[in-house]
């Protein structure tokens, strides 16, 4: 079945902040990006009821938006205690391995405790938290056209063989050596 849907990309990624003005600091002062909008309702425009918010709106690069709601009605921040820490994350992509030992480099001097750089065969990443408590992930591309290729080739047969056995299948093993490397 083919969907008659055509994505021209990610709109906006929101997520729940504690505080929208000091998440506007931290991703402007850690990360580079760059504010660029905000609303504030009373009431939730889809569905009419009465929660204030703040959402902020900040520009991580190539016209991807990332966005934080500040409800300070709901109850405090949490996170879904049945999945582990590492699942939920986000992940930003930089230019190369050298602007991610600046940006591990950058993150420490202001704090930050950095995880990494882990090597995943293909890109390389490091991970941290924001002040809100989610996790996020800089990752720089290292494999070559014909990694992805072959990365794009297995993907089918390897979702195929999970759904069948819910072990991890073996067809991209060479991951891990190269990672070895």
């Not at 760059?34 to 009821?49: L, N, W």
């Not at 991807?64 to 699942?87: C, H, K, S, Y």
């Not at 992805?148 to 080739?153: D, N, V």
Request: glycine share 8%.
């Amino acid at each position: 079945m083919t969907s008659p849907i055509k994505l021209g990309g990610v709109h906006h990624a929101a997520y729940r902040c504690k505080d929208a003005k000091a998440t506007v600091e931290w991703y402007s002062q850690m990360l580079g990006m760059t504010y660029t909008t905000a609303f504030a309702e009373d009431h939730v425009p889809s569905t009419g009821e009465y929660d204030p918010y703040m959402h902020v709106f900040l520009d991580a690069g190539n016209g991807n938006i990332l966005a934080f709601f500040e409800l300070p009605n709901q109850p405090e921040m949490g996170r879904d205690a049945n999945t582990p820490i590492w699942v939920q994350h986000l992940a930003f992509k930089v230019g190369s391995y050298d602007e991610l030992v600046a940006a591990k480099e950058h993150l420490e001097a202001n704090g930050v405790e950095v995880l990494g750089p882990t090597h995943h065969g293909i890109f390389k990443s490091i991970y941290f938290f924001d002040p809100n408590g989610h996790r996020i992930e800089l990752a720089c591309d290292i494999g070559t056209d014909e990694q992805y290729a072959e990365l794009k080739r297995v993907a089918p047969l390897m979702l195929e063989e999970w759904s069948q056995t819910k072990k991890a299948p073996r067809h991209a093993d060479w991951l891990h050596a190269a990672a070895n490397e």
